[in-house]
């Protein structure tokens, strides 16, 4: 496939051999070799797999080998870490309806969380609006970091559109006596959100046919956009009753649903899984601050997996910090949850569940070449990165003090 330009992606080629390769797509090659050249994976073999002439090559002798960690729900960069309140963005809570707005708009490349992400082996991230609102805004999935502004960093602009049931949004309308203020008031503001983007879509294809103007609606050219199938619908939900009612809404205006945190979800793991409904699941480090959270336990997850749903593993960063991201996939394990469905949490399940798959998420020729390679297995607790790649080019290196990241003033001979 052909990748856009982008000012990532490194001219020339790299070679990592000798290490041990893990795919991500239930492959793992003993003293593997991945070549990735001008940006993107061109090969992905054994040792006798040919080093092109002139490749800079990398010695991952005694390390494992595998693509970059996506996390498939953060506000990395729109919450920013230490900077109270002038930088978080996550919530325009100012209406319930936010279909027009995009968390792009509130990316600060700068934040030190996407420093954290490259230590925690993360280089991708679907960044969405909070959920203190019904319907909150577009998504976008980006690098973790190498681009001069974040629109260099973009991998996917147009995901998905977030949306919250349950407590939050109640709570947010509720305490200011405004609609929504419950749960079937939620579900409502939805219905006729859609209802209008139905009745929107029909107008403007009427005035097309008829060759008429037509006023655009930014917030309905979203939501039309999700019943037409180009976005997905990102929906927070923890009970197992506002998991069904996403469900419900689903089926009934026909659009694609991704469970988000779904803490509740093994209470209906067999309907996800009939219905072929993935869930991010998470984050798992939290106490049980409300009370949707009270049956949140971390061995929910190996419940849900199971029962045959596809699962990835969320931070929810801020809330859990993004580089913990491995470390919950780790204590799913101890829960039960299979080790190679942790590691597929991690990259392969995320990435197609956000229809990402032709970029991330494997180790797989025609991919990014995104390589992180760890001092052993990464979901043993002692391990750690020693370094990580983003299309090809460095971004994290070893240092005398563990590791660094390769600034932008480096990046862009500034």
């Known amino acids: 496939m052909t990748h856009p330009a982008s000012p990532l992606s490194a001219a020339g080629t790299l070679a990592v051999v000798g290490g041990r390769v893990v795919t991500g797509t239930g492959h793992t090659l003993e003293n593997g070799t991945v070549i990735v050249t001008d940006g993107v994976i061109a090969a992905v073999g054994g040792p006798d797999t040919p080093v092109p002439d002139g490749a800079a090559t990398v010695d991952a002798t005694g390390t ?78 980006i690098k973790t970091w190498g681009g001069r502004t974040v629109d260099e960093q973009v991998l996917a602009a147009d995901v998905s559109v977030k949306s919250a049931l349950g407590e939050n949004p109640k709570r947010v309308y509720g305490d200011r006596k405004q609609a929504p203020a419950t749960r079937l008031g939620v579900a409502a503001s939805l219905r006729q959100a859609f209802t209008a983007a139905q009745d929107y879509r029909a107008a403007r294809e009427h005035a097309a046919a008829e060759g008429k103007p037509f006023t655009r609606d930014l917030g309905k050219e979203t939501l039309a956009a999700v019943l037409d199938g180009e976005l997905l619908w990102d929906q927070h939900c923890h009970r197992h009753d506002d998991i069904a009612t996403a469900i419900r809404l689903a089926e009934e205006f026909g659009y694609h649903l991704v469970v988000n945190h779904g803490t509740e979800g093994h209470k209906i793991a067999d309907v996800l899984a009939e219905k072929d409904i993935p869930v991010i699941f998470g984050p798992m480090l939290t106490s049980r601050s409300k009370v949707e959270l009270r049956d949140r336990a971390i061995g929910s997850l190996a419940v849900i997996a199971g029962a045959g749903v596809r699962v990835a593993i969320t931070t929810d960063h801020p809330v859990v910090p993004i580089e913990h991201l491995r470390l919950q996939a780790i204590l799913a394990v101890d829960e039960g949850l299979p080790a190679e469905t942790a590691l597929a949490a991690l990259t392969a399940n995320p990435a197609a569940m956000l229809r990402l798959e032709e970029r991330v998420g494997a180790l797989e020729p025609g991919r990014d070449g995104d390589v992180v390679l760890w001092s052993g297995d990464p979901l043993a607790t002692g391990s750690r990165v020693l370094r990580a790649y983003i299309q090809g080019r460095e971004v994290l290196t070893p240092a005398e003090s563990g590791t660094r990241v390769v600034e932008r003033g480096e990046r862009f001979a500034r």
């Open 64 to 141: 494992w080998v595998l693509p970059g960690f996506v996390e498939a729900h953060g506000h990395l960069g729109v919450h920013e870490d230490g900077e109270g309140w002038s930088g978080n963005d996550t919530n325009e809570a100012t209406g319930p309806d936010g279909s027009h707005l995009r968390a792009l708009d509130a990316i600060d490349i700068e934040d030190i969380a996407f420093r954290d992400a490259l230590r925690g082996g993360v280089t991708t991230v679907v960044v969405k609006p909070g959920s203190a609102n019904p319907i909150g805004g577009r998504t976008v999935a």
